[in-house]
């Protein structure tokens, strides 16, 4: 049976206090294949290595991949990233900028293809997949508990190789009504948090339509402590009968 995916709501959202422009997420969604990647406050550029990620994810066929595949696309991205930064570097920067270029830029990512009735999930990070069938949750890829979230995170790197055991594929079968989300790792934490409290977290998700609501909700759960202080993003997919 074909499946065909609805997208629901897509959007990004920064810290609080911070311009629209700070966020250092991004994401992407084209056809059967979307992908959120969270750049690392602590790397040069990340939003613009996050950017690469996801856009470059959508453009690539990723149903079939397995890991070695996954591996190849980084490395492409990776090449990428370094026509840019030669670009960049041609122009008159400061030294501290040109210092923070060769260190590269980091990002959490994960990414979703659609195939016939299966889901491919390729991870990196703690950013997460999350899916919601009969009114509960049948997945969570590839963090499942709360406390699995740190403060150092597997991540892809602009200038060196990702480890082995960093990357992370799955697969699974993908039913009409089943609801999908990317997010990134504030919101699976705060996911995951309200699922172990015995709580309902997926049907505050259903109720997020437009960046209004996503900035309602995050407002929210921010002022009450239940939701860290990080760059947000959300992409919400319902899947339909093709």
């Not at 602590?42 to 856009?55: N, P």
């Not at 980084?74 to 920067?93: F, G, M, N, P, V």
């Not at 890829?141 to 082995?164: C, H, K, M, Q, Y």
């Amino acid at each position: 049976m074909a499946i065909r995916p609805v997208t629901r709501f897509a959007g990004t959202l920064p810290k609080a206090g911070n311009a629209e422009a700070e966020c250092e997420d991004a994401f992407c969604l084209a056809g059967s294949q979307l992908a959120i990647a969270d750049g690392a406050s602590e790397g040069s550029y990340s939003q613009v290595w996050a950017g690469i990620l996801a856009r470059a994810f959508c453009d690539d066929d990723a149903a079939g991949w397995q890991e070695a595949e996954f591996f190849s696309w980084i490395e492409a991205c990776q090449r990428e990233w370094s026509t840019w930064e030669r670009d960049l570097a041609q122009k008159d920067l400061p030294w501290f900028t040109r210092d923070k270029l060769r260190q590269g830029a980091f990002a959490a990512f994960i990414g979703l293809a659609l195939s016939a009735s299966e889901w491919h999930a390729f991870a990196c990070g703690d950013c997460c997949l999350l899916i919601i069938r009969d009114d509960a949750v049948a997945e969570s890829f590839p963090i499942e508990r709360s406390d699995d979230f740190g403060n150092l995170p597997s991540l892809i790197a602009s200038t060196r190789p990702v480890l082995d055991h960093a990357l992370q594929v799955r697969t699974g079968e993908a039913l009409p009504g089943d609801r999908l989300y990317l997010v990134s790792d504030a919101l699976a934490c705060w996911f995951l948090t309200g699922l172990e409290n015995g709580e309902r977290p997926w049907d505050l998700l259903a109720t997020i339509v437009s960046d209004a609501d996503l900035a309602s909700l995050v407002s929210s759960e921010r002022q009450q402590g239940r939701l860290r202080n990080d760059d947000v993003t959300l992409v919400a997919i319902e899947i339909a009968d093709d």
